[in-house]
């Protein structure tokens, strides 16, 4: 570039409609949350336009797969300024379909929230707050700027500290303060490293830092890569920094919980992904003793946790720390094959989570209890939701053929192809399904089994509605399960474009500008 | 608070807090203000107003819930920005529209509707806030 010219600043060229597909899911999760809030006091039509706008971000997403499947990453940068000065929204496959899962399971959500929801919930803002919980977690499956991620991250964690108290009972508030405490200090450790990455590299697009990072201070990337770790370990309840979850996701409505369960953690899992192996993967190479220890903690604790835990959903939120756990494995190994079984695991676990804390809600409901030493017996009552909770069960360990398999044997081959500590991987990750299974199916007896304690008669309720958008969800395991070679080829793709970025920076436009040229 | 100097000089205040909000938010472009803090200013004046007159005296003057009005500004930001999807420009991209109008021109452009949305977001919120408050405050005595 000549000395005398400025280089070019705007995009010049026309925007494809089909790049939009990238930002209508965002835009339209918060101007339908915007829009519901308005029609709050309007009672069925309120749940009539939040099962409107999911649909239609639904088929955004799946629009959205399918343009990247057939062309590659797509990106949009807001305002035609160029990258890295206006902010991109990037997806690849990976981020779209998380997107996807996560909208699929905020609608079975909506449907199922309707049994715990009467005349006094009404205009209480709950439809609200679930689009503005999906916007957050959508934008930070699709952002492409490290500094809206953070912005996403404080989208969901407002709507989710809203969710959590709402009803405002006082356990609902201990567990918001533990939650919202702990939460916002792993966000402000990202906004740390935020400041430390832009004063160092002078950008915070994350295909520009793929492309400037190798020629920044190793040891200065590594603080950086370091603290973000910490601050998405946070976000993802990885041993040792847990505690916040089996403290809060008890207390909320089922429905609330459910959700929580199956996007929160996930995101802060496909943070670490995006930020340790697709931004800073030689940082990530320093880090790998860290990750291991994370990973093996975490898949040995968890389940142990679980097996020690009486409270139901207390119990199912160690099972949720553990798949994490299995996540952090996958990050720990560096070869392709790992990586796809970790995205593929974030997949199942957003599907499986969701499913098996909306099922623990209809065994409160009909148990009437939330711990399961007062529980028992309900197969008796009630031999559907029996079968349900250990299909979940099973799909959740990783039993065969159910979808929770396919990941971690995808995770346990590149455990045994890289050999060393893949082997102390491979042995927690079965250890970890061992414990799970143990946990699980201990629930599952004295929940469903045993007989019912004294003066303990299952309630009837109708619930019908509830227990077909859980069993919508079981069946999607299952069916992902047996026929799964269209997910695990989509991963081996989606992980070839982690390790090898050039796909991703190519989309944002930035491959035709040689790094250091701006300077 | 509820003098009689205060409740006669509250109306006044109130007015000229919320034409100088509008003015704030307008010439927030190129200048100093904007939409947020024009919101900012209208909603201390709903304040001023709540203290002075009751909070049900301003609930039935603003006739919308403020949270709708919030909800209002999102949506119309949003909407500002999904223009661009009509001259095949990115999300958020603006649009200027010069409007002739006798000796001068008045430019139109998203970015206005963009920061009328903000307007209405903080104003909205804040409103709700302040009442909120405003209410238990009148509940305790």
Redesign the interface.
């Known amino acids: 570039m000549s000395q005398n010219a400025l280089p070019t600043a705007m995009?010049e060229t026309?925007?494809?409609?089909g790049?939009?597909l990238v930002?209508l899911p965002i835009?339209l999760a918060?101007?339908g949350?915007?829009?519901?809030?308005?029609l709050?006091?309007t009672g069925k039509l309120s749940l009539l336009a939040a099962l409107v706008v999911v649909g239609a971000i639904i088929a955004c997403d799946i629009g959205l797969l399918i343009r990247i499947a057939a062309e590659g990453p797509v990106s949009?940068?807001?305002?035609?300024w160029l990258p890295p000065f206006?902010i991109s929204l990037t997806a690849d496959i990976f981020g779209a379909a998380f997107a996807l899962a996560a909208a699929v399971v905020t609608l079975a959500v909506l449907a199922y929230a309707e049994i715990e929801r009467g005349e006094p919930e009404q205009g209480d803002g709950f439809h609200?707050l679930v689009l503005l919980l999906l916007g957050g977690v959508t934008g930070a499956f699709l952002t492409g700027d490290l500094f809206n991620l953070y912005v996403w991250f404080e989208v969901m964690l407002i709507a989710s500290f809203g969710l959590l108290v709402l009803g405002g009972g006082a356990a609902q508030l201990d567990g918001a303060v533990k939650y919202g405490f702990l939460n916002f200090l792993a966000t402000t450790l990202f906004l740390l490293a935020l400041g430390l990455s832009y004063g160092l590299l002078g950008t915070l697009n994350m295909a520009d830092i793929m492309r400037v990072a190798p020629m920044a201070d190793p040891a200065a990337m590594a603080g950086i890569a370091a603290l973000l770790l910490l601050a998405f370990g946070m976000k993802a309840a990885a041993f040792p920094i847990n505690a916040w979850l089996p403290a809060s996701y008890h207390t909320p409505p089922a429905a609330v919980s459910a959700l929580f369960a199956g996007l929160l953690t996930k995101v802060g899992a496909y943070a670490l992904l995006r930020a340790l192996v697709a931004i800073l993967p030689a940082s990530r190479d320093l880090l790998e003793p860290v990750l291991l220890a994370l990973a093996i903690g975490t898949l040995l604790v968890a389940p142990l946790g679980a097996i020690a835990e009486t409270n139901l959903r207390r119990a199912l939120g160690f099972l949720v720390i553990g798949g994490i756990g299995a996540v952090l494995a996958g990050l720990a190994l560096p070869s392709p094959a790992a990586i796809a079984g970790a995205g593929l695991y974030i997949f199942h676990a957003i599907v499986t989570m969701t499913a098996l804390y909306m099922v623990a809600g209809l065994i409160e409901r009909r148990s009437g209890a939330r711990d399961s030493r007062q529980m028992g017996g309900l197969y008796a009552a009630d031999s559907g939701l029996s079968v349900l909770f250990f299909v979940l069960i099973l799909a959740a360990a990783g039993v065969p053929p159910l979808l929770g398999f396919w990941p971690k044997l995808l995770l346990i081959e590149a455990g045994l192809a890289a050999g060393g500590w893949g082997y102390g991987l491979v042995a927690a990750l079965v250890a970890n399904a061992v414990l799970t299974l143990i946990a699980g199916t201990r629930l599952w007896a004295h929940i469903f089994w045993r007989n019912a304690p004294e003066a303990v008669a299952p309630r009837r309720h109708r619930d019908g509605i509830g227990f077909a958008a859980a069993g919508l969800l079981a069946a999607a395991i299952v069916a992902a399960g047996l026929w799964p070679n269209p997910l695990i080829a989509g991963a081996h793709m989606a992980a070839a474009d982690i390790v090898d970025p050039a796909h991703y920076v190519a989309a944002t436009g930035l491959a035709a500008v040689e790094p250091g040229e701006r300077e | 608070m509820n003098t009689l100097i205060f409740r006669t000089l509250a109306p006044l205040i109130v007015a000229t807090m919320l034409v100088f909000s509008l003015y704030v938010c307008l010439r927030g472009h190129n200048e100093p203000g904007g939409g947020f803090i024009g919101g900012l200013i209208a909603a201390a004046a709903i304040a001023v107003f709540g203290m002075a007159s009751g909070v049900e005296e301003v609930r039935r003057a603003l006739r919308v819930d403020p949270m709708a009005i919030a909800g209002f500004g999102v949506v119309m930001a949003g909407a500002s920005g999904l223009m661009s999807l009509f001259i095949e420009a990115p999300f958020m991209t603006s649009i200027w529209l010069y409007l002739p109008l006798g000796d001068t021109t008045v430019p139109i452009s998203t970015p206005l509707f963009f920061d009328l949305g903000v307007y209405c977001v903080v104003f909205g919120t804040l409103a709700s806030v302040a009442l909120a408050l405003e209410a238990s405050d009148e509940e305790n005595h």
């Open positions: 995009i026309l925007t494809a409609i790049d939009w930002v835009v918060l101007m949350g915007a829009l519901l809030l308005m709050r006091q949009m940068t807001m305002g035609r206006g609200p």
